[in-house]
């Protein structure tokens, strides 16, 4: 890393820390608000200048005050740009040539040039003129231009060709400093915003202080489609024409709803032209477009549009985001001040069609419509994906936005057409990347086209395909947009996270108490990212909170508490500039700051964690939230957001969201997700036979069921041996989960006739002897999905995607509990597919399983997929009948009262 220079100063150290110094030749460019905001930086570097003997030498051409005196050790030129651009250049060089090498020189604000010149692209032309011959005689200059002011035709020759470039942005009267560009000099926070404070800069190190500032006033990529013409553009400003007449009329930023009777004439005219506006940049879903116009005004969708590059729809994803806060906001205004402001970034849906256009990809993405062969190629055309190139104008506008983001952390996130809508939720299918956004522009620049590009060959994953095959999408327009989100949270030593993040559902479909509500909707809450509240994490337990039962949980006893929590926290490591995993401990020791009183209890004095007890240290203790839950108000706050967003959407929703607490006891909320909740309502179901003979009972479980109350007829059960599963080596349980897949998937049995609703090439279920569809159970030991074979079967869900009813046996692992997955892509998985789940724990109290029956059953896999036999030993296929001829075998589930039970009935047939 380059040392400080110590020789030339801009006469503030604290700024020189920031900009590790400078260097002969360097040109700086302050973006500013204000000719005052320059001048507070002027008087310090003419200060350094006569320290040093270098001048300063003033360049006098502006409107506005001068910013030197004429004594004082300046030398001040006064030049007039109305007489032309050559001669002013030209007088502007004479001086430059006949000065001393080194000499520091000021520059008047570089907007007036434009005004006099009527021109941006001349402005452009005079900094690529002047810039180089200042640096080749190692000369200092100082450059000031306004913000939103001026085209990308200044903009960009300005920025390409200078050393230094930096926003300035005054926020409750205190300046910030946000490098865009420093060249030849590099440091872990050069580019995060810095607060002047007294004589030092320091870095902003949270995600809502930082979104506050830049998004007050933003310099936007999607700025650079403004000014072009085309059917796009046309349909913006004749929105902005609409705007223009409401606040003559004095309706602003009201929705329009709320204008008044004698204005229907231009209600209905805005009211159209805010549907067109929804209808180009938005959503074409009529479900959702509609919930669009109660909430939105044209003016706040245009606000939107300022922040797409490219062009095209925002996707799903993000539609679900906007209005959610959207929804809050107008329900409630007091959300305004509880909301995390976000300043998040889309890439329009027509930069993925034009990327597969350009890059030659577009036949080879048609071949995956076709049902018969939709995975044909995929890996091939993934890849090509990976290697394609982005035009020019798009990566000019991605540079842009990272420009603004600068340091801080980002997500790229999967915004599909067809994503969290009110039909499909797609969770978990597509790809989205967390990026540390860290190092030289160049690299941030090129770290981010892979992240785009992963999620876009995505689309092409088998998991993805299936989805869309299974639900008859594979014609459906699905184009891939994406949102690029500031990831909320905040620095600590090397490390970036959210202090608290989690899921949230307003309606809870999981019920393993009486005293639980499903209306008042439950919570999955970690501390650190929330990827460890969406994935189905091996060993790992977030707190499970129903919100009308806070302190209810699922386990039973002190000791169970102690053991099924977080122990894990997903973070952003700044020096790694990756996403990791680390021990909670490790992370509490770089982060002694933060309110663990709130969210951790001592192991040894069954107590929350007092700050000031010298005894205890928070890294020792483990996460609880019980300081959270019992002393704050976080719950019933959570509950009126799930509350108010479910009667907006008319529907139960599923939120993603983050938290921070102030140092006042504050929250801050950040929504970074919100979808309809595709989950069924529950009905009653009869009471099983009271005494159920030992022969006849197959199994019983208590406490860990999910899914829809049901009395199912089961015909078939696939289950695999947990004795035999137990001692495979763990290369040959990957084989075990393929095998379990292949049977999950088979498209057409032997002796069996297909459904007659398939697709060719689309296991949708079998048919049984009398025409319906059959009920199949998969039935194995440990954790279903799991990365980790040695903690269950490691299958991938659209494997086993077409089954019934799903169970886990509690036997691969002592420590491990069945993780009810609530909240997770796993679980989302579930509900959408209406797959009952639930666990058994051998050994507990009305829990059993009637292993020797399993193990005497006759096993059909040889005659289902002949080539898999030899694992005959490990996996059984099951049909009921063989169990018990002439009976039916009945599973009567009852979730409200978390009651499972599978037996054989007296009835015959």
């Not at 420093?182 to 002047?196: N, T």
């Not at 706050?637 to 799930?642: C, G, I, N, S, T």
């Not at 179901?685 to 009271?690: D, F, N």
Request: glycine share 6%.
């Amino acid at each position: 890393m380059p040392q400080v220079n110590v020789q030339l100063s801009t006469g503030l150290p604290g700024l020189d820390r920031v900009l590790r110094g400078l260097l002969p030749g360097d040109n700086i460019v302050w973006r500013i608000e204000t000719i005052d905001d320059y001048a507070r930086f002027i008087e310090p570097y003419r200060q350094s200048a006569v320290e040093r003997g270098r001048g300063p030498i003033y360049f006098r051409f502006g409107r506005h005050v001068s910013l030197l005196p004429d004594s004082a050790g300046v030398e001040t030129y006064r030049v007039d740009p109305s007489a032309g651009f050559e001669t002013f250049i030209s007088e502007i060089h004479g001086v430059i040539k006949k000065s001393l090498r080194g000499t520091w020189f000021v520059f008047d604000c570089l907007s007036d040039l434009a005004v006099a010149w009527r021109s941006d692209t001349m402005l452009g032309n005079f900094f690529v003129l002047t810039c180089p011959f200042l640096y080749d005689v190692d000369a200092i200059a100082y450059f000031a231009i306004e913000r939103d002011f001026h085209s990308h035709d200044a903009i960009a020759p300005i920025i390409t060709t200078t050393q230094v470039f930096l926003d300035i942005y005054r926020h409750n009267e205190r300046l910030y400093v946000h490098p865009v560009k420093v060249q030849q000099r590099h440091s872990d926070s050069m580019y995060m915003l810095h607060a002047w404070m007294q004589d030092d800069f320091i870095p902003v190190r949270d995600s809502a202080t930082t979104a506050e500032i830049l998004n007050a006033n933003p310099c936007l990529p999607g700025e650079l489609q403004r000014n072009r013409q085309g059917v796009w553009q046309r349909t913006f400003r004749r929105a902005e024409e609409v705007v223009g007449a409401q606040c003559m009329n004095g309706v602003g930023k009201a929705k329009l709803q709320d204008t008044n009777e004698s204005q229907d004439g231009g209600k209905q005219d805005a009211a159209a032209t805010l549907r067109q506006l929804l209808e180009t940049a938005v959503t074409r879903d009529t479900e959702m477009l509609n919930v669009w116009m109660r909430y939105l005004s044209i003016e706040e969708v245009l606000d939107i549009v300022r922040r797409i590059i490219g062009t095209g729809l925002i996707g799903g994803k993000t539609v679900g985001m906007l209005l959610a806060r959207a929804i809050l906001r107008r329900t409630n205004p007091q959300w305004t001040k509880l909301l995390e402001v976000h300043d998040s970034f889309y890439i329009g849906s027509d930069v993925f069609y034009t990327f597969l256009v350009q890059n030659g990809l577009w036949w080879t993405w048609q071949k995956h419509h076709n049902p018969m062969d939709y995975l044909l190629d995929a890996e091939h055309a993934r890849r090509r994906i990976i290697v394609g190139k982005f035009a020019d104008k798009i990566q000019q506008q991605f540079s842009m936005m990272l420009n603004y983001f600068g340091q801080s952390p980002i997500i790229v996130r999967s915004s599909s057409l067809l994503e969290d809508s009110f039909q499909n939720s797609f969770a978990g299918k597509y790809d989205s990347v967390f990026l540390a956004n860290q190092g030289s522009p160049e690299q941030r620049l090129q770290d981010f086209m892979a992240a785009v590009r992963a999620i876009y060959a995505s689309t092409l994953s088998e998991k993805a395909l299936t989805y869309r095959a299974r639900r008859g999408m594979l014609h459906h327009d699905e184009q891939m947009a994406l949102l690029v989100q500031r990831v909320s949270g905040e620095f600590h030593e090397g490390l970036f996270f959210p202090q608290l993040a989690g899921v949230g559902f307003s309606y809870n479909p999981y019920v393993w108490s009486d005293k639980i509500d499903p209306q008042a909707g439950v919570l999955r809450l970690v501390f650190g990212l929330g990827t460890r509240a969406v994935d189905r994490t091996n060993d790992d337990y977030p707190r499970v909170i129903a919100l009308n039962a806070p302190e209810r949980r699922p386990v039973v006893g002190y000791d169970d508490m102690i053991q099924y929590t977080q122990r894990r926290v997903d973070v952003l490591d700044l020096q790694a500039n990756q996403f990791v995993t680390e021990d909670f401990g490790d992370v509490a020791r770089r982060s002694p700051e933060l309110p663990y009183d709130l969210f951790v209890s001592d192991t040894e004095q069954h107590r929350t964690y007092q700050p000031n007890d010298q005894q205890s240290e928070p890294a020792e203790g483990f996460l609880t939230f019980d300081g959270l839950l019992q002393k704050t108000d976080y719950v019933a706050r959570m509950r009126e957001m799930l509350t108010i967003l479910e009667e907006g959407y008319g529907c139960p929703v599923d939120v993603e969201f983050t938290t921070s607490i102030r140092p006042d006891g504050s929250f801050l909320i950040d929504v970074v997700q919100c979808r309809p909740l595709h989950v069924q309502s529950d009905c009653s179901v009869a009471t099983p036979p009271e005494e159920i003979p030992p022969e006849n009972l197959l199994f019983r479980s208590r406490d860990a069921i999910m899914g829809r109350s049901r009395i199912s007829t089961l015909d078939r059960i696939i289950y695999v041996v947990p004795r035999v599963y137990g001692q495979l080596p763990l290369a040959d349980r990957y084989t075990v989960a393929r095998v379990v897949g292949k049977l999950c998937r088979l498209e057409s049995p032997p002796a069996e006739t297909p459904n007659a609703n398939s697709q060719p090439g689309i296991s949708v279920g079998y048919a049984n002897n009398k025409g319906s569809e059959i009920k199949v159970l998969l039935l194995g030991p440990g954790r279903w999905g799991t990365s980790m074979p040695s903690l269950g079967v490691p299958v991938t869900f659209h494997e086993i995607s077409n089954i019934t009813i799903l169970g886990e046996i509690v036997t691969m692992h002592d420590n491990l509990i069945p993780d009810v997955s609530l909240g997770t892509h796993f679980f989302n998985e579930l509900v959408e597919a209406d797959i009952l789940y639930f666990a058994i724990f051998p050994g507990r109290e009305n829990n059993s399983i009637n292993e020797e029956l399993f193990e005497s059953a006759p096993n059909q896999l040889e005659r289902l997929v002949p080539d898999m036999a030899v694992w005959s030993n490990a996996v059984k296929v099951i049909v009921t009948e063989d169990l018990f001829p002439g009976h039916r075998v009945i599973i009567n589930a009852n979730t409200p009262n978390q009651d499972v039970v599978c037996y054989s009935d007296d009835l015959k047939y």
